[in-house]
């Protein structure tokens, strides 16, 4: 097992939680999606560790939380400016970004915005503009949330996410997880969930020139897998991976996802 850290960053305006582990010389950052609104990322980083611990020995592996308070109505774009902020803090001057679902947004804005800071960018299930199949996704896990409905929220996730493979395999655990779990926060989930909605880097994209690998899923229910397509096209001499047979979950199903990463990482192929 590698060396880790649970950690908190206390910083003027805001305070942000995040793990640490791995015993690399590079270092790579996860910014993970919406479900970080329902849970930061506090107290994880055994669990996480044993989950990339392929990704240990060649790099420093950071996961960074959204801030613990967000603001009402707070965008992809200032939540990347929170995390530019927190990387500076902590002495990151360069690193590997790897941004999932809405942690995808957010590395958008951040190569976008902070060039200088991303080394190499990774976007996985993602998109740079709403679409249909989105809205309707979101406005949906957004009534949950007013409702208070975590479970139903963990359903319709693992649901639109999986293969049926593994929803066989797993639909005891969550609907369990769902009946007895619960958020601290719906209001930072919320907060999350509706800024996917507005988010826009599409006319933007053109200004990531660091290389930059594109996953997506073609059975993505959630963001489509036109999207990964789409940004793909946009970003210059971006490389495009589309997945069969999986969808949004795909970085947990996909047996190669951390290979196809590490390598990038290492060597852009």
Not at 14 to 22: A, K, L, Q, S, V
Not at 51 to 75: G, H, I, N
Not at 187 to 211: G, K, V
Request: aromatic content about 8%; charged content about 25%.
């Amino acid at each position: 097992m590698s060396l880790f850290e649970n950690g908190t960053l206390n910083l003027p305006g805001m305070t942000m939680d995040y793990i640490r582990f791995g015993r690399g010389k590079t270092p790579l950052v996860m910014i993970p999606g919406v479900g970080d609104g329902l849970r930061t990322v506090k107290g994880m980083a055994i669990p996480f560790a044993f989950l990339y611990r392929s990704l240990a020995r060649d790099f420093t592996v950071y996961v960074f939380s959204r801030e613990r308070q967000l603001s009402p109505k707070m965008s992809t774009r200032e939540m990347a400016e929170h995390l530019n902020t927190a990387l500076e803090a902590l002495g990151l001057s360069s690193v590997m970004a790897v941004g999932v679902s809405q942690g995808g947004m957010i590395a958008q804005w951040l190569a976008i915005d902070h060039p200088e800071r991303i080394e190499r960018l990774v976007l996985v299930v993602t998109l740079s503009r709403p679409n249909e199949t989105v809205r309707q996704v979101i406005a949906r896990w957004i009534g949950m949330a007013e409702r208070g409905d975590f479970r139903g929220i963990m359903q319709d996730t693992a649901e639109r996410s999986y293969s049926e493979k593994r929803l066989r395999q797993m639909r005891r655990w969550y609907m369990l997880a769902g009946l007895f779990g619960k958020s601290s926060s719906m209001e930072r989930f919320l907060i999350q969930a509706e800024s996917c909605l507005t988010h826009d880097a599409y006319e933007c994209l053109d200004r990531i020139l660091c290389p930059t690998l594109v996953i997506g899923g073609e059975e993505d229910q959630i963001v489509t897998g036109q999207a990964s397509v789409e940004m793909a096209g946009r970003i210059p001499g971006a490389q495009l991976v589309m997945v069969e047979k999986l969808g949004h979950g795909l970085y947990e199903e996909a047996p190669d996802f951390l290979q196809r990463v590490q390598r990038f990482c290492l060597d852009g192929k």
